[in-house]
């Protein structure tokens, strides 16, 4: 009998199929052995859009040749999949059966409030969940990672649609990984791109965020994850590391706890901190020249866009070992 393959959940920020992310991809795949995993792509993110398929092909293209790993999509569309001949009954249940026998699952760009409304009464939860029990790997990012928490942030209806802010039932996957409490997961949490005014946090910023903490229970906290950086846990021997351009925070009720990349991390340890318990707690720091751009309105920035495009690297930030700077891709 072959032995059980080990468990890790990975969750990274963004850049989930940029050169920063090749490495991590690399060791998660290592981590699980030989002979290679069957990896499976869950599209229902995305799923939506008329470029679904150029954006399977790119991902496809990147596991390919930058991880040498072989990614087949599940073809896990949805109701508002431009090609209506994966709807079949027989299309959907050979997509469960794709993601079931994965031993990597990976999903990514998107909209989280589309993949919960797909998947919410399907297979699919459940089928993760069974994943990170009985062993694999299961690597969200970007908006796929906004959907494992205990509840999801509606990023385009609040940022762009202009509703109120609120909060979506997310799959709750960390509690079933072992992770105490009404876990929250906000990537791009490092978010720069407002320019004039306060983008951080997935595009909600400190007054929106601080307004939605309010509406959660008391046992709930953030994990908020820094653009071009990944969480990857082993869930066998409750040990993390954090790698990429940025960090990983633990915020409860307002107050911060920043674990950096590159900093053994036991996960006993982040789930003390999401508890409060920890006396390095700090406030949130308010963005650079936040107090002269207190006035600015949020709807001036750009949108996030939705597609899974690289767009321009941020000014100033971290070059790459070659001297260039990583592209990067925008949310969503």
Excluded at 91 to 110: D, H, K, Q, W
Excluded at 227 to 245: C, K
Aim: aromatic content about 6%.
């Amino acid at each position: 009998m072959s032995a059980r393959p080990p468990r890790i959940l990975a969750i990274m920020g963004s850049g989930e199929t940029a050169p920063t992310m090749v490495t991590p991809h690399r060791e998660i795949v290592a981590r699980l052995g030989e002979p290679k995993p069957r990896a499976v792509l869950l599209d229902t993110p995305y799923g939506f859009q008329e470029n679904a398929s150029e954006i399977t092909q790119r991902a496809v293209e990147y596991f390919g040749h930058r991880v040498q790993l072989t990614i087949e999509a599940a073809g896990f569309l949805g109701p508002l999949a431009a090609d209506q001949s994966q709807r079949t009954p027989i299309a959907e249940a050979a997509a469960l059966s794709r993601l079931r026998t994965a031993g990597f699952v990976f999903a990514g760009p998107g909209s989280p409030s589309y993949a919960l409304s797909v998947w919410r009464g399907s297979p699919v939860p459940e089928a993760l969940t069974t994943k990170l029990a009985e062993g694999g790997a299961v690597v969200f990012s970007s908006a796929a990672a906004l959907t494992i928490g205990r509840f999801s942030v509606p990023v385009y209806e609040i940022y762009k649609v202009g509703l109120p802010v609120h909060w979506l039932d997310g799959l709750d996957l960390l509690r079933a990984a072992g992770f105490e409490g009404s876990c929250v997961v906000i990537p791009h949490y490092d978010n720069a791109e407002g320019g004039t005014h306060d983008t951080r946090f997935c595009y909600l910023g400190e007054r929106r965020l601080a307004t939605m903490e309010a509406m959660l229970p008391d046992d709930a906290w953030v994990l908020g994850i820094d653009e071009h950086t990944v969480l990857m846990v082993d869930l066998d021997a409750r040990t993390a590391t954090v790698s990429g351009r940025g960090g990983l925070t633990v915020r409860r009720k307002g107050a911060s706890r920043v674990f950096p990349a590159g900093e053994p991390l036991e996960l006993a340890t982040l789930l003390a901190a999401a508890r409060g318990e920890t006396s390095t707690a700090r406030r949130e720091p308010e963005p650079a020249g936040a107090a002269a751009r207190a006035g600015s309105p949020p709807e001036q920035a750009a949108a996030p866009a939705l597609k899974s495009r690289r767009g321009s690297s941020r000014p100033s930030r971290r070059r790459s070992p070659g001297g260039r700077r990583p592209r990067r891709r925008r949310p969503f």
